[in-house]
């Protein structure tokens, strides 16, 4: 799931733009260039049925942008939310019922001048 929203992502002109094929999952070196997204499952959740296995999982996604300024890092943002937020159908061999976005949170570390916008979604998989 993680890769088909990587390469979805960097698909899109007006993000690879911006971070080139610099979207990662689940991990960012310390070092490298900004800006960039990173990519991580928070939580599944299994739909439960009475009789047999799920075959609809509810997944947590967090999507993490760094940058250099602020700017960058919420216009990275609002270019993924557009991107994927409402996003149903196939995307490479997921099969998504719904994204749906959550919320956002900024920050900033001031001692190595980056700026973060960390975003939460949920997804609605079907098996």
């Keep these: 799931?993680?890769?088909?929203?990587?390469?979805?992502?960097?698909?899109?002109?007006?993000?690879?733009?911006?971070v080139g094929s610099r979207i990662f999952p689940v991990h960012l070196n310390q070092d490298e260039l900004l800006p960039a997204i990173m990519i991580n499952i928070n939580d599944v959740e299994a739909n439960p049925t009475k009789t047999a296995a799920s075959t609809d999982d509810f997944v947590e996604l967090d999507v993490t942008i760094y940058a250099r300024s602020a700017l960058d890092a919420f216009s990275i943002a609002e270019l993924v939310r557009n991107r994927i937020d409402n996003?149903?159908?196939?995307?490479?061999?997921?099969?998504?019922?719904?994204?749906?976005?959550?919320?956002?949170?900024?920050?900033?570390f001031a001692g190595d001048s980056i700026y973060m916008c960390a975003q939460e979604f949920q997804a609605h998989q079907r098996r």
Excluded: C, K, W
């Design 1 to 18: 799931m993680i890769g088909d929203i990587i390469t979805y992502l960097q698909a899109y002109v007006p993000i690879s733009a911006y």
């Design 87 to 108: 996003f149903s159908g196939t995307m490479g061999s997921t099969n998504f019922q719904g994204i749906r976005f959550e919320r956002l949170n900024m920050n900033h």
